[in-house]
């Protein structure tokens, strides 16, 4: 179930229809495209009850009542009361309805945003929402425990001992992105501005994907490797070998209180193996069929999707000689803090001398390694 | 911004006695862990007959030292203004000059805990004693016991524990300290 920010449900005045079907639309586009989910089950409606009959409801079908209903909250937004009377390139060019579309289509990245990130960082991340300008402040309690000392009967007080709470705080940045369309490649069909602006928001996505892991790998980069091949007391090894795997994976177990996994890119989680060179595997196990073993020594083993490395042609950003060791039930390592909604500003079709159109997209997030939780890493050989 | 000593009161005969605890003002910021001697009673103020004034610790050792002791209430102070309950980092907390605070009697036998930021000086194994410095409000290491006067006598070197983020272990380095007078 995803959960509207609280600005949305000002800006929508309540009426949350058009986001709950969104969400629903977008969770059903995910599972007919293949965009598998593990951790969690993406929920949409499959079927209606129409009477007594049960309908099917389609991808297509519902894209169209979206669309429709879009179209009506816009109108709504714009003060339109009747959107057909004219057609539609002359309805872009007013202002009303220009401004009603992109604070509605904003309004709609912010709902589901935070639900991609979920999806793709989620295991480690929280994602918090806050108003434009908020900080966010998080209390952290000490996790050490007092001493206990034996004692004589005759004294009523011991040595007073307390410990206290630690505050850390996550402010947010302005991201933005501008993208310009041609007044005379859009209307000779070579360009679109709607084409660039979803790219835009996939950018955003990406960006926050990344600030979010380079965080990760940046927090847990601080930890000590042990000197010998002795890694008690260390949460960080340099080369796999199973013993140390399975000791890292208890230990965050132990501290978190909750089981432990191991997660990585697809490359990395294949090397997670036994190390007697005896073991077997068919070509119809587990690690043939996926590459990897989702559960070793009784730890789960989590994929971390690849992400492209869009400047390096074909080279990838995650490194794949990392495995994490996290315990995803407890404190999320990695918050991402996003303040206030999408703010677009977009040109009119004739506003520039030089007949380009502009949209520049402006988004604030922040990211930081704040968690009470922790956790441990294995550096591939 | 240096961090602000912290100060545990571990075993202090000030705890079961009210006249042991003076409320106080200072001319200057001193942190919790920071000794004085009280002298007259503050002028201008209210209850001007509680209130004392302090001073810094003579060089003669004839100092009947006070040690700065109150809740943890950390300012955020940004030119003249002044933020209550936003911070809430105990490294943070000091009493403003010019705030009224309490400072507690010192009592041969008193154990305390203090965070490393109270102490002057490098710490070593050879730093047996923490004494008072003539003309400065916190102690310092030392290696021998003042000639004369009071002093601490360094029992153990220890941790105070606050909350902070994974890798850090939040502990903070203090010492446990043994008043001798």
């Known amino acids: 179930m995803a959960v509207i920010p609280e600005r949305i449900m000002k800006f929508s005045q309540g009426k949350t229809k058009l986001y709950t079907n969104f969400i629903d639309l977008f969770h059903h586009y995910r599972d007919v495209n293949g965009i598998e989910n593990k951790r969690r089950h993406l929920e949409y409606m499959k079927t209606k009850k129409v009477g007594d009959n049960v309908q099917e409801l389609s991808l297509d079908y519902k894209e169209k009542k979206f669309n429709k209903l879009l179209q009506d909250t816009i109108a709504e937004y714009a003060n339109v009361k009747d959107f057909s009377s004219l057609p539609a390139e002359v309805w872009a060019t007013n202002p009303n309805y220009k401004w009603a579309t992109f604070a509605v289509v904003g309004s709609l990245i912010d709902v589901v945003l935070p639900e991609t990130m979920i999806d793709s960082v989620g295991l480690y991340t929280q994602v918090l929402n806050g108003d434009l300008n908020d900080s966010f402040a998080f209390t952290l309690k000490s996790d050490d425990l007092f001493a206990v000392t034996r004692a004589g009967k005759g004294k009523r007080h011991t040595e007073v001992q307390k410990d206290f709470a630690g505050q850390q705080t996550l402010i947010t940045y302005e991201h933005d992105i501008t993208v310009q369309a041609s007044l005379i490649r859009v209307l000779c069909g070579q360009e679109s501005l709607a084409e660039f602006t979803m790219k835009a928001i996939r950018s955003i996505e990406r960006e926050m994907n990344l600030d979010v892991y380079y965080a990760l790998v940046k927090g847990l980069e601080a930890l000590p490797t042990p000197p010998t091949a002795d890694v008690n007391g260390f949460l960080r090894i340099s080369g796999y070998t199973q013993k140390a795997a399975m000791h890292i994976a208890d230990t965050v177990s132990a501290y978190n209180g909750k089981p432990a996994i191991f997660l990585g890119t697809r490359e990395a989680c294949s090397q997670i193996l036994p190390d007697n060179a005896n073991y077997r595997y068919d070509i119809d196990s587990e690690f043939a069929r996926l590459g990897y073993a989702q559960t070793m020594f009784g730890t789960d083993v989590m994929i971390m999707p690849q992400v492209p490395d869009i400047d390096n042609k074909y080279k990838l950003l995650l490194d794949p000689k990392k495995i994490y060791v996290i315990s995803p039930s407890s404190d999320k390592l990695i918050k991402l803090g996003i303040t206030g909604a999408t703010r677009p500003i977009t040109d009119a079709p004739y506003d520039n001398a030089n007949l380009t159109q502009s949209a520049t997209f402006k988004k604030d997030w922040g990211v930081g390694f704040i968690t009470n939780s922790i956790a441990g890493e294995i550096d591939l050989a | ?181």
């Open chain 2, 1 to 181: 911004m240096a961090n602000h000593a912290i100060l545990i009161q571990s075993d202090v005969l000030a705890k079961d006695n009210d006249s042991l605890n003076k409320n106080v003002v200072a001319t200057v910021d001193i942190d919790n862990g920071f000794i004085f001697n009280i002298g007259a009673i503050a002028t201008g103020r209210m209850k001007d007959e509680e209130v004392y004034t302090v001073s810094a610790p003579l060089a003669d050792g004839t100092d009947k030292l006070y040690m700065a002791y109150e809740p943890e209430l950390p300012q955020l102070r940004i030119g003249d203004e002044i933020f209550k309950g936003v911070d809430i980092n105990v490294k943070n907390f000091t009493n403003y000059a010019g705030d009224e605070f309490t400072g507690f009697k010192l009592t041969d036998g008193d154990l305390i805990r203090i965070s490393l930021d109270g102490i002057e000086g490098t710490y070593g194994d050879t730093m047996k004693y923490a004494i008072p410095q003539a003309g400065k409000y916190n102690l310092a290491f030392s290696a021998d016991k003042p000639v004369t006067g009071s002093y601490f006598e360094v029992l153990k070197k220890t941790f105070i524990s606050i909350g902070a983020s994974f890798p850090s272990t939040g502990r903070v380095d203090a010492f446990k300290l043994r008043f001798v007078a």
